[in-house]
T-cell receptor, first 112, second 112 residues
């Protein structure tokens, strides 16, 4: 059974601080990992993906992958109130052939 | 708008009725996915098409569910004899062969 685990939160972070979101996965065959942002009542929006060990940066977002520990994280620098949303971590292990396995998401609240 | 579109956006039906949803993927995206999302959960994979071929189906896709992508463009998802447990957001996503998937706005189904 492939599983992706996330702390459901809520995670409360002051505006301007760094928000750190974490995710673990059970299937060592997972190849790519994705972070989606989902506002209440809306569909998931792709933020970024990572498939190599280490860090990947895109603007205020940094994804980190540690395959040995089966751990993925997302850092959001200079957090803004508009970053308040649920962040979904997802894993893929067949190049998209059987869909993504999602965690339940972490609810992030940025306090002004 | 060149994103994934889904229709209808909302559907209310009575238990036992049949419903059909439509998804139009991003132009030229050859892969199309259906997911279901309930409150507090991440999206759960239902089925996957590459062009017109349905290549993968989740165990979640009972016999009451059927999906088609007749010409490799738009797709339909039909639920027969709806049950209250079918109430959920039905999400469609598309990709251009890689693992990154882009979601449509979803169809929210309420079964009374």
């Amino acid at each position: 059974q492939k599983e992706v685990e996330q702390n459901s939160g809520p995670l409360s972070v002051p505006e301007g601080a760094i928000a750190s979101l974490n995710c673990t996965y059970s299937d060592r065959g997972s190849q790519s990992f994705f972070w989606y942002r989902q506002y209440s009542g809306k569909s998931p929006e792709l933020i970024m993906f990572i498939y190599s060990n280490g860090d990947k940066e895109d603007g205020r977002f940094t994804a980190q992958l540690n395959k040995a520990s089966q751990y993925v994280s997302l850092l959001i620098r200079d957090s803004q109130p508009s970053d308040s949303a649920t962040y979904l971590c997802a894993a893929d292990n067949r190049g998209g052939a059987d869909g993504l396995t999602f965690g339940k998401g972490t609810h992030l609240i940025i306090q002004p | 708008d060149t994103g994934v579109s889904q229709n209808p956006r909302h559907k209310i039906t009575k238990r036992g009725q049949n419903v059909t949803f439509r998804c139009d993927p991003i132009s030229e995206h050859n892969r199309l996915y259906w997911y279901r999302q309930t409150l507090g959960q991440g999206p759960e994979f239902l089925t996957y098409f590459q062009n017109e071929a349905q290549l993968e189906k989740s165990r979640l896709l009972s016999d009451r569910f059927s999906a088609e992508r007749p010409k490799g463009s738009f797709s339909t998802l039909e639920i027969q004899r709806t049950e209250q447990g079918d109430s959920a957001m039905y999400l469609c996503a598309s990709s251009l062969g890689g693992p990154e998937q882009f979601f449509g706005p979803g169809t929210r189904l309420t079964v009374l």
